[in-house]
């Protein structure tokens, strides 16, 4: 089996992993990581070969902006201080803690690359945890607590990576001139994500296609990560940046398909390209372990008491942070996504799962210093990082859906039901003044004003039957089941013309173009 062919066994894995995972109630990137160890065990199955600096430029861009599609900038703002406090200062704290540890427990650990350990095993990994968490029917703000931290630690601890990596392989170090680079990093990448964001904004009103802004957007997370990195710049940071940009200002109320394609088109990228990398740390783990070949206790060790630390370190900050969240979030009355319960902070402990940042980051350590010399005591860091990930990721990943049964952490659906029910309400209102306003310039027949009436009640009956009451909620159910028989027979008639349609295909003289794109124009009917 050569390269290519492991990969589309990945890419095929990733896709079967979705629905096996949701059939015996376990997470698809653990049932993936645990794939790719089962084909690391097969003779046959090459180690991965991919070169040190090309793993964060293709792996992580597409996963930072995927992330952003399910956030908002208005959802960023709200939670500016416990971002801060569960994200940025618990990634510093994180690193600080590995790197003092294992620069001491490691023989010849130097401390930059003890500070480069502990920066890529510091930032849980967003794509694993919102995978768990979104299975596990958890309140929505404890979801999206854990996807902006995901997103943000992500940044902090590439920065802090990228320096202390930059030391090692310079052999110099300054703190005053690491302090620099780090803000000098942060304000280039923001400042080429607006840019970027802006341009990629006006170039796609210019292309007016669906499938041509689907293919921008495609390559935006690339273009900016490689562009910030070109300018010195952090590339997480300025993707995180222009996708945030790009997602409020280009929302096209009446884009219809092209936000249904979009958002289908992103997660099939989200999903094969995180089936993909979490496959690959259980690939690597074969390779990864043959390293320890002769002082296995001793590297075992090691990742015993740092992966002790990690999760240590996580549940110690989460206590006091989450209390001291609420104390602030009661006080000023912030419309902020915090931890209500000491149960739910228990869950973001376990909820820490590190994945395919701390594995690109992993891999990516060079091989080499500027003088020649081999990066110092390279093996172990990358044995330390994979045991710390593969004991978060498998086994908190499935002991995750146990402890959230058990401490009966669960979503507020009153909560939910009330927002559907309030934004029910509004959506009905603003299609009923919209009818009024062309009312009062259109002369139409009592018939048809009639049915537009009741189309705009149904607008906001059919997102939320609770806003009516219980006789209109009858008269309104009797009038879905006859649409509904109506739509029965409709979508049978279209699917006959389909047909018809496409078995013109196979018919001698037939032009295929024209044929699509006569096909093209019943799916979109048949999608309306």
Do not use: C
Request: hydrophobic content about 55%; charged content about 20%.
């Amino acid at each position: 089996m050569d390269q290519l062919a492991l990969l589309l066994v990945l890419l095929l894995g990733a896709v079967v992993t979705v629905p096996l995972g949701e059939r015996l109630k376990l997470p698809a990137p653990v049932l993936m990581t645990i794939g790719g160890i089962v084909m690391a065990l097969l003779p046959f199955v090459p180690n991965v070969s991919i070169e040190p600096e090309l793993i964060l430029p293709l792996v992580l861009p597409p996963l930072l902006y995927a992330s952003v599609q399910r956030t908002s900038w208005r959802q960023f703002t709200a939670n500016v201080r416990p971002i801060f406090l569960l994200a940025v200062a618990l990634v510093f704290v994180t690193t600080a803690a590995v790197a003092a540890v294992a620069n001491s427990i490691v023989p010849g650990l130097p401390l930059g690359a003890a500070v480069a350990l502990g920066a890529l095993v510091a930032p849980p990994d967003p794509v694993a945890a919102t995978a768990v968490a979104g299975s596990l029917g958890l309140p929505r703000r404890l979801v999206s607590i854990l996807e902006g931290e995901g997103l943000f630690n992500d940044v902090t601890a590439i920065v802090l990576y990228h320096v202390a990596i930059a030391a090692v392989v310079s052999g110099s170090f300054s703190w005053a001139s690491a302090a620099g680079e780090l803000v000098l990093s942060a304000v280039v990448a923001v400042a080429v994500g607006l840019a970027l964001g802006w341009a990629a904004n006006k170039l796609m009103s210019l292309l007016g296609d669906p499938t041509l802004q689907i293919g921008l957007t495609l390559l935006v997370p690339f273009v900016g990560y490689v562009l910030a990195e070109e300018f010195g710049g952090s590339g997480v940071l300025a993707v995180l940046t222009v996708a945030l940009f790009l997602a409020e200002h280009t929302m096209d109320a009446d884009d219809v398909q092209g936000r249904l394609a979009g958002a289908t088109f992103w997660e099939i990228v989200d999903t094969l390209v995180t089936g993909v990398a979490f496959g690959l740390i259980g690939l690597e783990l074969h390779h990864v372990f043959g390293t320890a070949t002769g002082h296995e206790t001793h590297m075992f060790g090691w990742a015993a008491v740092v992966v002790g630390v990690v999760v240590g370190v996580r549940l110690l900050w989460l206590l006091p942070a989450t209390w001291l969240a609420k104390r602030l979030h009661h006080k000023r009355d912030y419309d902020e996504d915090i931890p209500t319960s000491w149960r739910e902070t228990i869950i973001m402990w376990w909820a820490g799962m590190r994945g395919v940042a701390s594995v690109a980051l992993a891999l990516a350590i060079p091989l080499k210093t500027d003088d020649g010399s081999p990066f110092p005591d390279r093996d172990e860091i990358v044995f330390i990082a994979f045991a710390v990930i593969m004991t978060t990721l498998v086994f908190q990943g499935l002991t995750l859906p146990w402890l959230v049964r058990k401490l009966g952490v669960r979503a507020d659906t009153d909560v939910e039901r009330v927002l559907a029910r309030d934004l029910a309400i509004r959506a009905a209102k603003a299609a009923k003044r919209r009818l009024k306003e062309i009312q009062d310039v259109e002369e139409l027949p009592e018939e048809v004003m009639e049915q537009l009436h009741r189309r705009a009640f149904d607008v906001g009956a059919k997102i939320s039957p609770d806003m009516v009451d219980e006789e209109r909620r009858e008269a309104y159910a009797k009038r879905v089941e006859r649409i509904r028989a109506v739509q029965r027979i409709q979508r049978e008639m279209m699917s006959a013309a389909r047909h018809e349609v496409l078995s013109a295909r196979s018919e001698p003289g037939a032009d295929p173009e024209v044929v699509d794109r006569v096909l093209r124009q019943l799916d979109v009917r048949s999608l309306r």
